[in-house]
């Protein structure tokens, strides 16, 4: 019972590594709030863990549902310990998902053949509106809920913020510039924010997953997942569970010395 009555909300819990963390931190006694943009998957893992756990749906790039959610957090359960910023989109091309697939279909071919001569050009056909939509969700979502959620610890001067992150914020992603960016952004929040509330004995840390088996991965085209099983030495994607372990651990007490870091997942993708 590692987290024994600790009030914790999971943002995009209602699937994959959300969903995952919601259920381990359960398991570990947690007072479970399950965020996600859509009502019904936030139930259906509220469903799944029963006894305490309470559901809200909310756009995390809201800042007004993202206030009116923990107002909610507060008059029924009077505080927050533990904040899990994990809600997140992927999409991997704003062509669509039918132009990437060409493109990486096309790209296989030529590797084997010796010369790639299909570049992938995203950035330069990325739309205002599909940059400012990856930044939204992920990085004002973060700040927003991470600044909602320090004025309820500050209260308290205890708690525990896990950002999920990603590799793509530490290597970049060739098909996902504005994801990369947003990831890394992630990752300059979560050492300054971890500085600036270390006095407060609050503790703010990052995960960086490597590629994990969640429904996030479904645009891809079965060969370039296989690439990507391929390219991770331990030969296969990650659980969503082996996430959720590396959260509970900086969640716990047994990360009382540990803030401003990020802890890699990854199957050995990325070995720094
Ligand atoms: P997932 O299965 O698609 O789960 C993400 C959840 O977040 C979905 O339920 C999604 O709802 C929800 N969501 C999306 N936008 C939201 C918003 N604005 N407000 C609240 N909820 C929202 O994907 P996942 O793989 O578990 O991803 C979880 C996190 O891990 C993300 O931050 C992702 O970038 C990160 N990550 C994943 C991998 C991987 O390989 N899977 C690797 C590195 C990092 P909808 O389904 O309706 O969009």
Excluded at 105 to 117: D, K
Excluded at 164 to 188: Q, R, T
Excluded at 215 to 227: A, N, Q, T
């Amino acid at each position: 019972m590692r987290l024994d009555a600790r009030v914790t909300l999971v943002t995009g819990g209602g699937s994959g590594i959300g969903r995952a963390i919601a259920l381990r931190f359960a398991e570990e006694g947690a007072r479970v709030v399950v965020n996600d943009i859509r009502r019904e998957t936030a139930e259906a893992t509220v469903k799944e863990i029963g006894g305490q756990a309470r559901a809200i749906a909310a756009d995390v790039a809201d800042s007004a549902q993202v206030r009116a959610m923990f107002e909610e957090i507060e008059r029924a359960l009077g505080g927050l310990d533990v904040l899990v910023n994990n809600a997140g989109i992927g999409e991997v091309d704003p062509r669509g998902r039918e132009a990437f697939h060409a493109k990486a279909q096309a790209r296989i071919g030529e590797m084997m053949a010796g010369t790639i001569q299909t570049h992938w050009d995203v950035t330069q056909a990325m739309t205002d509106a599909t940059w400012a939509r990856m930044l939204a969700v992920h990085l004002n979502g973060t700040f927003y809920c991470t600044r909602e959620a320090l004025k309820l610890m500050s209260r308290v001067n205890r708690g525990a913020i896990v950002n999920i992150s990603s590799v793509a914020g530490l290597m970049g992603i060739e098909v996902a510039p504005h994801y990369g960016a947003a990831k890394a952004g992630i990752l300059g929040f979560t050492r300054s924010v971890a500085r600036e509330v270390a006095t407060r004995g609050i503790r703010v840390n990052a995960i960086c997953p490597g590629w994990i088996d969640t429904p996030i991965l479904d645009p891809l085209p079965p060969m370039v997942r296989m690439l990507a099983e391929r390219q991770t030495p331990l030969g296969r994607l990650g659980d969503p569970r082996e996430i959720a372990n590396a959260a509970l651990f900086l969640a716990s007490d047994e990360a009382s010395f540990v803030t401003g870091q990020w802890l890699s997942p990854n199957g050995g993708l990325l070995t720094i």
